[in-house]
């Protein structure tokens, strides 16, 4: 199957219709269990935005794709769906879609610039940019908290030369958030809207990309050398105790600092199915099972 998966991952960097055609290529790694790291996958569609910001959704079963375009906005791809309703932000406002309809319900402004989007409840949902969560009541546009995330700031020079993306992974009313250029995981209790402390892994650089699936978390971390990216690995950690459990390499150190440099080799941990995930890495795909083993 990594043949045949892998196959999608050799060209330029993806997009979220080269990860359905992932999909469906993989048989068993279809269905409602099925997650991707951006984008949800909803009985057979994969609710996503494109390379071009507009929301799409597409039939796995049939490959066709229903594009309801960007409604004159740039959405960004970290967004969450509830029954027929999408929350979507841009960077400056948060927006519901209808996805029966194909009509902006609402949009409200906010002012926390490029972010992801989670449902809270039907009405509540929480704006993470990386450095903060804000929990919006989305009926009104009101910020009911915000949450700073960023124990010791970096300086806003530093966090714009990283551009880091937006990762958060969830576990029922916690969250876990990846924050830029910071060790660490920060978790939030998002029932009662409080941070909680953080999870420090011990030998682990900077959170890059997180998925949390029964008591543990998949994280890819990095180092940085002459700001730039090196010695990325992969580690499955136990969310009670903050130990490491498996940890190995994405590529041997070499080959991981080349690959740095070549933006059309990013790593990205493509979908997550039966407690396992998919992880590109360096124009090869690893299959890891939910003990950390990578099956060849």
Same mark, same amino acid.
């Given at each position: ?8 991952? #050799? ?43 507009? #929301? ?46 194909? $009509?902006?319900? @609402? ?16 009405? $509540? ?19 009911? @908290? $915000? ?13 714009? @030369? ?127 099972? $939910? ?6």
């Amino acid at each position: 199957m990594n043949k045949k998966i892998a196959s999608y991952l #050799l060209g330029t960097m993806f997009t979220i219709v080269t990860i359905a055609s992932i999909a469906t290529a993989c048989g068993d790694y279809g269905g409602s269990t099925l997650e991707f790291e951006d984008g949800v996958m909803q009985e057979n569609h994969l609710i996503a935005v494109d390379s071009q910001g507009s #929301l799409i959704s597409i039939n796995r079963l049939w490959g066709t794709t229903r594009n309801y375009g960007d409604f004159d906005r740039k959405l960004s791809p970290k967004l969450d769906v509830q029954g027929d309703r999408v929350f979507v932000a841009t960077d400056t406002e948060v927006c519901e879609i209808s996805l029966k309809t194909g $009509k902006l319900i @609402r949009a409200h402004k906010h002012s926390h610039g490029p972010c992801g989007v989670g449902i809270i409840t039907a009405r $509540k949902v929480f704006l993470n940019n990386g450095r903060s969560i804000a929990i919006m009541d989305m009926s009104n546009g009101a910020t009911i @908290r $915000k949450i700073d995330l960023m124990t010791n700031a970096k300086s806003e020079e530093v966090l714009a @030369r990283m551009q880091p993306h937006i990762q958060h992974t969830r576990n029922g009313d916690l969250l876990y958030i990846a924050r830029p250029c910071t060790f660490g995981i920060a978790v939030v209790d998002l029932k009662n809207g409080k941070r909680l402390q953080d999870l420090n892994i011990p030998n682990m650089e900077y959170t890059d990309r997180l998925h949390y699936s029964e008591g543990q978390l998949f994280v890819i971390d990095y180092g940085l050398s002459y700001s730039i990216r090196c010695n990325e690995t992969l580690s499955l950690v136990d969310v009670k105790t903050g130990t490491v459990k498996k940890q190995f390499p994405l590529g041997n150190p070499a080959a991981s600092f080349a690959a740095s440099l070549d933006i059309n080799a990013p790593i990205k941990m493509v979908a997550v199915n039966g407690g396992g995930i998919l992880v590109s890495s360096h124009r090869q795909t690893l299959q890891v099972d $939910k003990q950390g083993n990578i099956i060849k």
